[in-house]
């Protein structure tokens, strides 16, 4: 059984134009369904506003889906009952992606690190502070951290005392949204090795949020690739990177800048598309460099193409792969 | 041999703070030929940023500067701020890392526009056709709106375009761009890459590129200069410093990219963190952390010498080719 579910879920979300103005209807998370397996990393990809931050919330239950449902272990989240709830909230933690603004400046480390423990269990002092010391090994620090605040510290060591916060728990699965992003690259590396390490040592599933394809990459087993609030390829990491099939992963794999000057970066340059007869077709039509009438009338559906490889692109199901 | 725009001659900055006078650069030297891009690239607290406001003279007050930088064929550093006032903004312009708080939000983008051109040149009787065509130079295709739009009514990507367009204004020699990408994700950073070139080549202007990212560097620039803790430690062709590498910072650096590494492998890091500024190591800077040091690196600071002709470390033990 996996460890989350997500069927069809989708957020919805209202916008008006002015005080009087119409509603308009903003698709942020549309339809997706996907699950993760007990110890394994999914990544997901995707531009600024695509709807990756709104998926975390909803499965953090931060926010309710519009429609659709999350199961934890088989269970419904919508269904369950407060002391259900709080064991869900408990084995799923995250980490966010600038550990300067998410932990807290008046807080030592110390309280920092001992609130969730407080909170969810009955734990005295003495045992409370081995608590900490172990944690604080576990990702790399010692207990003379721990009655320093967060601006004593470096951007690497916040970003793993936020780790030691989401780990307290023991938690089953963390949400990484962007945990390097803000980061230099040397810092970076120490950071997926630790997180790489602690996967390995205490079976933990991970959904890596990023829009570096290089770094997902590296991380993840699975990757899904997500547009405007949709899915459009989902597949083994190594797949998806090696043989990409969207023409959006193309794209944006073209556009990653390589740290290797024999490589150019490549820019598929596109004319928009003037979308006056656009009625609910694909939702990458605007920028697709090989979009068809098809794709005008219909949206595509998610298609396993290869193994565990899935698409969703008339393109490369029905056009002429070159 | 052709004089370079710019050339920073042994620059020294410090700070007077509350714990005492912390020495941020030490004896920085690089220059900037005409139409080149330069890369500056160090992580954070390096001091990338405050070389770069030297250079553009915006350095908050408790600082000391020492060195030479010759811009122009004019000693910056001597100039008096009101000489200062026609070089910036003018001849040399910067882009600052963030477009969302480097435009002024109460103000539409015509009008920030037109206020660097008249600053610039008050005599320009159409200030607007001016920003139009400087709008369509930076890849807008819709310029009258643009025009008529306030920042936060752009994506992030256009911010940055609308503040490459201020910056063009002046016709700059020399653009400085403090990590211009860093905000924005892939497909967004690649138009922004594509942008600064096409500038370089129709305004023949010089880039100094300030940056962490090495990929950005690869695609970018043309030489680049790998700074630690306030010391240039290798300058030369982006060619040379990624296949030729000869500083061992340099080298680790570039194998802690997660770039085609598979998963389960672990990235070789730097051990230790950066020193404290106040309380710099003696010799060396970089030898506490250095798999390569010896005795001498303690002792004596290694000066930046040439190694092929346009290739510079400063390192008593440098890596050979093949390793």
Same mark, same amino acid.
């Given at each position: 059984?996996?460890? !989350?579910?997500?069927?069809?879920?989708?957020?919805?979300?209202?916008?008006?134009?002015?005080?009087?103005?119409?509603?308009?209807?903003?698709?942020?998370?549309?339809?997706?369904?996907?699950?993760?397996? /007990?110890?394994?990393?999914?990544?997901?990809?995707?531009?600024?506003?695509?709807?990756?931050?709104?998926?975390? /919330?909803?499965?953090?239950?931060?926010?309710?889906?519009?429609?659709?449902?999350?199961?934890?272990?088989?269970?419904?989240?919508?269904?369950? /009952?407060?002391?259900?709830?709080?064991?869900?909230?408990?084995?799923?933690?995250?980490?966010?992606?600038?550990?300067?603004?998410?932990?807290?400046?008046?807080?030592?480390?110390?309280?920092?690190?001992?609130?969730?423990?407080?909170?969810?269990?009955?734990?005295?002092?003495?045992?409370?502070?081995?608590?900490?010391?172990?944690?604080?090994?576990?990702?790399?620090?010692?207990?003379?951290?721990?009655?320093?605040?967060?601006?004593?510290?470096?951007?690497?060591?916040?970003?793993?005392?936020?780790?030691?916060?989401?780990?307290?728990?023991?938690?089953?699965?963390? !949400?990484?949204?962007?945990?390097?992003?803000?980061?230099?690259?040397?810092?970076?590396?120490?950071?997926?090795?630790?997180?790489?390490?602690?996967?390995?040592?205490?079976?933990?599933?991970?959904?890596?949020?990023?829009?570096?394809?290089?770094?997902?990459?590296?991380?993840?087993?699975?990757?899904?690739?997500?547009?405007?609030?949709?899915?459009?390829?989902?597949?083994?990491?190594?797949?998806?990177?090696?043989?990409?099939?969207?023409?959006?992963?193309?794209?944006?794999?073209?556009?990653?800048?390589?740290?290797?000057?024999?490589?150019?970066?490549?820019?598929?340059?596109?004319?928009?598309?003037?979308?006056?007869?656009?009625?609910?077709?694909?939702?990458?039509?605007?920028?697709?460099?090989?979009?068809?009438?098809?794709?005008?009338?219909?949206?595509? %559906?998610?298609?396993?193409?290869?193994?565990?490889?899935?698409?969703?692109?008339?393109?490369?199901?029905?056009?002429?792969?070159? | 041999?052709?004089?370079?725009?710019?050339?920073?001659?042994?620059?020294?900055?410090?700070?007077?703070?509350?714990?005492?006078?912390?020495?941020?650069?030490?004896?920085?030297?690089?220059?900037?030929?005409?139409? %080149?891009?330069?890369?500056?690239?160090? %992580?954070?607290?390096?001091?990338?940023?405050?070389? @770069?406001?030297?250079?553009?003279?915006?350095?908050?007050?408790?600082?000391?500067?020492?060195?030479?930088? !010759?811009?122009?064929?004019?000693?910056?550093?001597?100039?008096?701020?009101?000489?200062?006032?026609?070089?910036?903004?003018?001849?040399?312009?910067? !882009?600052?890392?963030?477009?969302?708080?480097?435009?002024?939000?109460?103000?539409?983008?015509?009008?920030?526009?037109?206020?660097?051109?008249?600053?610039?040149?008050?005599?320009?009787?159409?200030?607007?056709?001016?920003?139009? &065509?400087?709008?369509?130079?930076?890849?807008?295709?819709?310029? %009258?709106?643009?025009?008529?739009?306030?920042?936060?009514?752009?994506?992030?990507?256009?911010?940055?375009?609308? @503040?490459?367009?201020?910056?063009?204004?002046?016709?700059?020699?020399?653009?400085?761009?403090?990590?211009?990408?860093?905000?924005?994700?892939?497909?967004?950073?690649?138009?922004?890459?594509?942008?600064?070139?096409?500038?370089?080549?129709?305004?023949?202007?010089?880039?100094?590129?300030?940056?962490?990212?090495?990929?950005?560097?690869?695609?970018?620039?043309?030489?680049?200069?790998?700074?630690?803790?306030?010391?240039?430690? &290798?300058?030369?062709?982006?060619?040379?410093?990624?296949?030729?590498?000869?500083?061992?910072?340099?080298?680790?650096?570039?194998?802690?990219?997660?770039?085609?590494?598979?998963?389960?492998?672990?990235?070789?890091?730097?051990?230790?963190?950066?020193?404290?500024?106040?309380?710099?190591?003696?010799?060396?800077?970089?030898?506490?952390?250095?798999?390569?040091?010896?005795?001498?690196?303690?002792?004596?600071?290694?000066?930046?010498?040439?190694?092929?002709?346009?290739?510079?470390?400063?390192?008593?033990?440098?890596?050979?080719?093949?390793?």
């Amino acid at each position: 059984m996996p460890l !989350i579910e997500a069927k069809n879920v989708s957020k919805h979300y209202y916008k008006r134009k002015g005080f009087f103005g119409k509603k308009e209807l903003i698709k942020a998370v549309d339809n997706v369904s996907f699950s993760i397996e /007990k110890g394994t990393t999914l990544g997901l990809v995707g531009e600024t506003g695509c709807g990756k931050t709104t998926l975390a /919330k909803c499965l953090l239950r931060l926010i309710n889906p519009t429609s659709g449902a999350i199961l934890f272990k088989g269970k419904d989240l919508s269904k369950m /009952k407060s002391e259900e709830l709080d064991d869900y909230h408990r084995s799923v933690q995250i980490v966010f992606q600038n550990p300067f603004t998410s932990l807290n400046p008046r807080m030592t480390i110390r309280n920092i690190i001992s609130e969730p423990i407080i909170t969810h269990k009955k734990i005295n002092k003495t045992e409370l502070e081995t608590e900490l010391v172990r944690l604080l090994k576990v990702v790399g620090l010692n207990e003379t951290h721990l009655s320093r605040y967060p601006h004593e510290l470096s951007g690497g060591q916040n970003q793993r005392v936020a780790i030691a916060r989401a780990i307290a728990l023991n938690p089953e699965l963390i !949400i990484l949204d962007e945990p390097t992003s803000a980061l230099d690259v040397s810092v970076q590396a120490t950071i997926l090795n630790l997180l790489n390490e602690l996967q390995k040592q205490f079976n933990l599933s991970y959904i890596f949020i990023s829009h570096d394809l290089g770094v997902v990459r590296f991380i993840s087993d699975y990757i899904i690739v997500m547009y405007s609030g949709k899915f459009v390829e989902m597949g083994p990491s190594e797949d998806i990177l090696g043989q990409p099939l969207h023409p959006y992963t193309k794209m944006l794999l073209l556009a990653l800048p390589l740290p290797d000057p024999k490589k150019k970066i490549e820019l598929i340059q596109h004319q928009m598309k003037a979308l006056e007869d656009w009625r609910g077709g694909c939702v990458f039509l605007q920028k697709c460099p090989y979009g068809m009438e098809l794709c005008k009338k219909e949206e595509p %559906e998610m298609v396993e193409v290869r193994e565990k490889h899935f698409v969703a692109c008339y393109y490369t199901i029905k056009g002429d792969r070159r | 041999m052709v004089e370079p725009i710019l050339s920073v001659e042994k620059l020294d900055v410090s700070f007077s703070t509350f714990e005492g006078l912390a020495h941020v650069l030490s004896k920085v030297t690089f220059k900037i030929n005409h139409k %080149e891009v330069f890369a500056l690239v160090g %992580e954070t607290g390096c001091g990338k940023t405050v070389t @770069a406001l030297s250079i553009i003279k915006l350095l908050p007050r408790n600082s000391y500067v020492q060195g030479r930088i !010759i811009f122009n064929g004019r000693n910056i550093l001597e100039l008096k701020e009101s000489d200062m006032v026609e070089v910036r903004g003018k001849s040399m312009a910067m !882009i600052l890392q963030d477009p969302s708080s480097s435009l002024n939000p109460m103000f539409k983008v015509g009008e920030q526009l037109c206020d660097a051109i008249t600053s610039n040149d008050p005599n320009i009787k159409e200030p607007k056709r001016y920003a139009l &065509e400087l709008l369509s130079k930076v890849g807008f295709k819709d310029t %009258e709106r643009v025009f008529n739009s306030y920042p936060n009514e752009l994506s992030g990507g256009m911010q940055q375009r609308v @503040a490459i367009s201020i910056s063009l204004t002046g016709k700059p020699t020399l653009l400085i761009a403090d990590e211009p990408t860093t905000a924005l994700d892939v497909l967004t950073q690649a138009q922004i890459i594509q942008l600064l070139k096409q500038v370089r080549d129709t305004y023949s202007t010089s880039v100094l590129l300030i940056t962490h990212n090495l990929g950005l560097v690869a695609t970018l620039c043309d030489r680049v200069g790998i700074m630690y803790f306030g010391q240039v430690v &290798e300058i030369g062709p982006t060619y040379d410093l990624f296949y030729n590498t000869k500083h061992p910072y340099t080298k680790g650096l570039l194998q802690s990219l997660p770039y085609n590494k598979l998963k389960n492998q672990t990235l070789p890091t730097i051990p230790g963190d950066l020193p404290s500024p106040l309380s710099p190591p003696s010799g060396c800077r970089f030898y506490p952390r250095c798999p390569r040091s010896n005795e001498s690196c303690s002792k004596d600071v290694p000066e930046i010498l040439p190694i092929t002709d346009k290739h510079y470390v400063a390192c008593f033990n440098p890596l050979s080719g093949d390793e």
